[in-house]
């Protein structure tokens, strides 16, 4: 079990591009979350996968971001045109997500995007 | 939605000294769960409790799901104690999300 992977750690973008993170969990685990979290803020939730659908993405920040698992393994988030205050930590998480399994969540180190 | 609060906000100790944080919730939840996030950002799991008392090690939890809150208790704390404490709940009606407090800021001093 190597935890829930992120990847890049850091990312510096110019306003305006594109960027792409990748997340990969805990093997077996079903469910898969995005959070983003601001300076002095706890983590925000963005959206969620069961297996690879989408079943949660009305907290997306913005038509501008858009999150895949197409295989119910890894997850990307994606920020097209980035702005100055997309700059953020985007935080993966996983949790078995079985009916009957206590819901813990496990978080990844993290990619920590600054938008220049 | 779903508000959690905790306190205090900051908190400074020296090494050896004990301290509660708490965490209080406006609604039912199915699952709460407090973190240790390092200076490196990486949020670590201490304690998954909706209701109850756990320990592990120097570390324990209460929650009181009737009366809608939580107890993090840290005895004789470290120095590597240090950094930001998060309750986060998943409200009985979502059933996915969690939601955090603010967390609060520990700063433990040799």
């Known amino acids: 079990d190597t935890g829930v992977s992120q990847d890049p750690r850091h990312k510096i973008t110019k306003r305006g591009q594109n960027v792409t993170f990748r997340c990969d969990p805990i093997?077996?685990?079903?469910?898969l979350y995005w959070y983003r979290q601001t300076l002095g803020q706890g983590p925000e939730f963005l959206t969620y996968?069961?297996?690879?659908?989408?079943?949660?993405k009305s907290r997306l920040l913005s038509d501008r971001f858009s999150a895949e698992r197409p295989k119910g393994s890894f997850s990307t988030l994606e920020i097209q045109r980035t702005e100055q205050g997309d700059s953020a930590m985007y935080l993966c998480?996983?949790?078995?997500?079985?009916?009957?399994?206590?819901?813990?969540?496990?978080f990844g180190a993290g990619t920590r995007l600054s938008v220049l | 939605g779903i508000q959690v609060e905790q306190s205090p906000p900051d908190l400074i100790l020296q090494e050896g000294a004990n301290s509660t944080l708490r965490c209080n919730f406006s609604?039912?939840?199915?699952?709460l769960q407090w973190f240790h996030q390092n200076p490196w950002g990486q949020l670590i799991n201490l304690f998954y409790?909706?209701?109850g008392t756990k320990q592990n090690g120097r570390l324990s939890a209460t929650t009181v799901a009737t009366e809608r809150y939580s107890l993090l208790y840290i005895s004789s704390s470290q120095t590597t104690d240090s950094g930001v404490y998060f309750c986060?709940?998943?409200?009985?009606?979502?059933?996915?999300?969690?939601?955090f407090g603010k967390g609060t800021s520990l700063l433990v001093t040799p």
């Open positions: 409790i909706p209701s």
């Open positions: 609604d039912s939840v199915n699952n």
């Open positions: 093997s077996e685990h079903n469910r």
């Open positions: 998480a996983s949790s078995l997500g079985h009916l009957l399994a206590k819901n813990i969540q496990y």
């Open positions: 986060a709940v998943e409200p009985q009606n979502s059933g996915y999300a969690l939601n």
């Open positions: 996968f069961q297996n690879e659908a989408q079943l949660e």
